[in-house]
């Protein structure tokens, strides 16, 4: 006789529990896509007909493109950055394996530690001395310092699991250092290179108080633009834009999903 499944049907107080933390969080989110189409010019949910007028002024707007094309070229520098130093970083700290190495790793957390506003009045003043105010390479160098603690973390993750005896195996046959590195080492750690790249990039393309204060006119990221949108006028096509990169999201994590989805025999 077959033995019979006793696990409980039905919902349980945990699935309800999960789903009303999911629903908490989301839903105030989704609450952007309903006012994006608001025929007013400022934000309220539709109350009689639907509008697409936000979404053309999102294409004919210059600023909000010329603010997607910063956003991406900072954030992109930065992951380049965040992601190289990082990596060296955390193989240096894995191949000496000394207390000190343990210490230095626990300060690079500092930038992910103080407040941003910290570290806005800092960079302030600091980019003002040496002129890099409202420049792309100050903020590039900001959001580099703000992403390298991810980028240490993950990679110090997937080293943990790695064998020393691997890269000395790969010295004793006659691997320099750097071709140790690139064939035996990188390898192993990509899954924990491509996670910091992710939480980089996302980190400077979510920042928005140190911008706030070390960019002006010259250089305008997105999250700026959305702030001084909700400062100035409350600009209806703020929720269009969080609609586009909500749906983005989702596509990128679907499409992920999907792809990392065991196939069927």
């Not at 204060?213 to 702030?227: D, E, G």
Request: proline share 6%; glycine share 6%; aromatic share 8%.
């Amino acid at each position: 006789m077959a033995l019979q499944d006793e696990r409980p049907r039905g919902l349980s107080f945990a699935k309800i529990l999960a789903w009303a933390t999911a629903c908490f969080l989301i839903l105030p989110i989704l609450v952007v896509i309903p006012i994006s189409f608001t025929p007013e010019r400022y934000l309220s949910l539709p109350s009689g007909s639907l509008s697409l007028r936000h979404y053309a002024s999102l294409a004919n707007d210059p600023r909000w493109s010329k603010s997607i094309v910063d956003s991406l070229m900072v954030a992109i520098g930065a992951t380049v950055l965040a992601v190289s130093l990082g990596t060296a970083f955390a193989v240096g700290a894995w191949r000496l394996g000394v207390p000190l190495a343990r210490r230095l790793r626990l300060l690079m957390l500092a930038p992910i530690i103080v407040p941003p506003i910290v570290h806005a009045i800092a960079f302030y003043k600091a980019w003002a001395v040496i002129g890099l105010l409202d420049s792309y390479l100050g903020l590039v160098l900001i959001h580099t310092m703000k992403g390298l603690p991810f980028v240490v973390l993950t990679v110090a993750g997937a080293l943990a699991n790695l064998d020393h005896k691997l890269e000395q195996a790969a010295r004793s046959l006659g691997a320099t250092p750097s071709q140790a590195m690139r064939w035996v080492i990188l390898p192993q750690i990509m899954t924990g290179v491509i996670s910091g790249a992710a939480f980089a990039f996302i980190t400077s393309w979510d920042e928005t108080v140190v911008a706030l204060f070390v960019t002006s006119r010259r250089v305008a990221t997105l999250p700026r633009r959305i702030w001084e949108g909700l400062a100035d006028n409350i600009d209806p096509a703020i929720a269009a834009m969080g609609t586009l990169m909500i749906l983005v999201t989702i596509a990128i994590v679907t499409v992920k999903t999907v792809r990392t989805q065991p196939a069927k025999a």
